[in-house]
């Protein structure tokens, strides 16, 4: 083997060893599905503020959802309409226009939520 193909064979082997490994999805964070949230029913688990389409029909089009390990704020806005909500962990809920919320956990890192309009 020459000497010019076996400083390039090295070069090439060089620059696979410096690639990263992916990471493994087992240890990837699964994202909320928030657009579950749409119709007014979902239960979702956040770990930091989200916002997300909600069906105009309750009189908004958006809510965003933020929490510390006290309780859960909750901003709803649409046209012409603005409104928010505050509940704590324990059975406390608060309801928006048809929206009955309340966490089933709540953490300085996480909150577990259930959305209903049953």
């Known amino acids: 083997m020459s000497a010019m193909i076996r400083t390039a064979t090295l070069a090439v082997a060089a620059s696979l060893v410096l690639v990263p490994a992916a990471v493994p999805t087992a240890f990837a964070a699964a994202k909320p599905n928030l657009s579950a949230c749409y119709d007014g029913n979902c239960k979702i688990t956040i770990t930091k503020k989200v916002s997300f389409r909600i069906d105009p029909s309750f009189g908004f089009t958006k809510l965003t959802i933020s929490f ?51």
């Open 68 to 118: 510390n390990a006290n309780g859960v704020k909750v901003n709803a806005s649409g046209p012409g309409m603005r409104g928010s909500a505050y509940f704590t962990d324990g059975g406390a809920s608060s309801t928006l226009n048809g929206i009955t919320m309340y966490a089933r956990s709540l953490s300085k890192k996480k909150a577990a939520l259930v959305l209903t309009t049953g």
